[in-house]
């Protein structure tokens, strides 16, 4: 199916493309192609750049620094940054909390925080996951126990993705254990200097450190840091992760990489490395990948459209989010297949894959560890697959 577009959705797609062609920084781009593995400070340049052109936040309200774009025009900009290789902003800052301030936070919470967020004045993280409550996110126990004009904060938070780099959190916390499991949770911002707070590395199996526990004893959180109303926790939460679950798809990255997928294909085949039957098994594959893309990307416009209209997450948000790291993941899996032993070795992190001919293949093994674990975040695909069996077929 091809999508078209207006002459005037067409000039704002020459727009972006001219933009990222001459603001985003070479080091950045080659950083994206080879898959190496951003700093902070490679996210934070970045950001204030599409900051300082007002592009950081596009889907904010306006008044709070988002752009009054069309469902399409929020399209065309996230697959031109995806084909340009360019990187994402954080999406603590610009998906989640964000979003979250503009619709449940006071007029006193959103001036102290919202630009400082956008320009990543401030770097936060999410404290949701518990050991004991994953995908089962409404089992947290980790207690906010009020005291005057605070709440005391006791217990831990696991897989807290860039806790070491964060200046902030947002968080659930159990305020009240008396009724239902969804009752009684509430969403707390802190400080992550706050005294009581240690936070511990987990070096996951890719070889690299981007999640933590984090540890709370006797942590003193304002009674002002609340989000929305004391144990009314979960409502905000829902909000958020169905917008985490939307963005989690990253159709535009996953067209991109398809692309580079079928330049890889044809570079092999010139080679001589892959014989007649390789090649016909892959591009049958890379068929199969593409139609199910498409199929995703309506999806995904769809999803977009109902929210321009106060649609708001529902169940499609949920099926974007299962088919979308299905996606990501087998585009990993073709990588590898490609790469072949050559591509079982871990790299050296300390040696920064410069070639673009070769990187792919020592990037493969970290490529495909790494992306095991999306279909994990946002709440695990067997439960959105619950949520869609309930919500869209009355199971």
């Not at 709070?64 to 940054?81: H, L, N, S, V």
């Not at 802190?190 to 070889?207: F, N």
């Not at 790291?325 to 871990?346: C, D, K, N, W």
């Not at 493969?364 to 674990?373: H, Q, V």
């Amino acid at each position: 199916m091809k999508l078209d577009f207006t002459p005037e959705e067409t000039a704002f797609r020459n727009e972006v493309r001219a933009f990222l062609q001459h603001a985003l920084p070479d080091d950045l781009r080659r950083k994206m192609i080879n898959r190496d593995h951003l700093t902070k400070e490679d996210t934070v340049r970045w950001q204030r750049i599409l900051n300082a052109q007002g592009w950081a936040v596009t889907h904010w309200p306006v008044e709070y620094g988002g752009q009054a774009w069309t469902p399409a025009q929020r399209y065309i900009f996230q697959e031109e940054m995806a084909l340009a290789h360019a990187p994402e902003g954080s999406p603590f800052n610009v998906n989640m909390i964000g979003p979250v301030l503009c619709k449940f936070g006071t007029a006193a919470q959103k001036e102290k925080f919202l630009a400082a967020t956008a320009n990543i004045d401030i770097w936060w993280c999410q404290g949701f996951s518990e050991p004991g409550a994953g995908s089962d996110l409404a089992s947290l126990k980790t207690t906010a126990v009020r005291d005057g004009d605070h709440y005391v904060l006791n217990g831990q938070k696991i897989w807290t993705t860039q806790a070491q780099h964060a200046d902030w959190m947002f968080g659930l916390f159990r305020t009240d254990s008396s009724g239902k499991k969804q009752q009684g949770i509430t969403f707390l911002l802190l400080d992550m200097k706050t005294p009581g707070i240690t936070v511990r590395p987990i070096e996951t199996i890719d070889g690299e450190h981007d999640a933590n526990e984090v540890f709370f004893d006797d942590v003193r959180v304002p009674v002002d840091n609340v989000i929305g109303e004391e144990g009314r926790g979960w409502d905000v939460a829902k909000h958020l992760l169905g917008s985490e679950r939307s963005g989690i798809a990253r159709i535009g990255l996953s067209k991109e990489r398809l692309s580079q997928l079928r330049a890889l294909e044809t570079r092999l085949a010139e080679e001589g490395t892959l014989d007649e039957e390789e090649q016909r098994r892959l591009a049958h594959k890379l068929a199969e990948v593409e139609v199910e893309l498409r199929a995703l990307e309506l999806t995904q416009l769809r999803v977009v459209a109902a929210d321009a209209h106060g649609g708001g997450a529902n169940a499609a948000a949920s099926i974007l989010k299962v088919k979308g790291t299905e996606m990501q993941q087998r585009m990993t899996e073709l990588v590898a297949e490609l790469a072949g032993p050559a591509g079982l070795a871990m790299p050296d992190h300390d040696h920064a894959r410069n070639d673009p001919d070769d990187g792919w293949v020592s990037a493969a093994a970290p490529f495909y560890f790494t992306m095991r674990k999306v279909s994990i975040f946002g709440g695990s695909n067997e439960v959105q697959k619950n949520i869609i069996a309930k919500t869209m077929l009355g199971l």
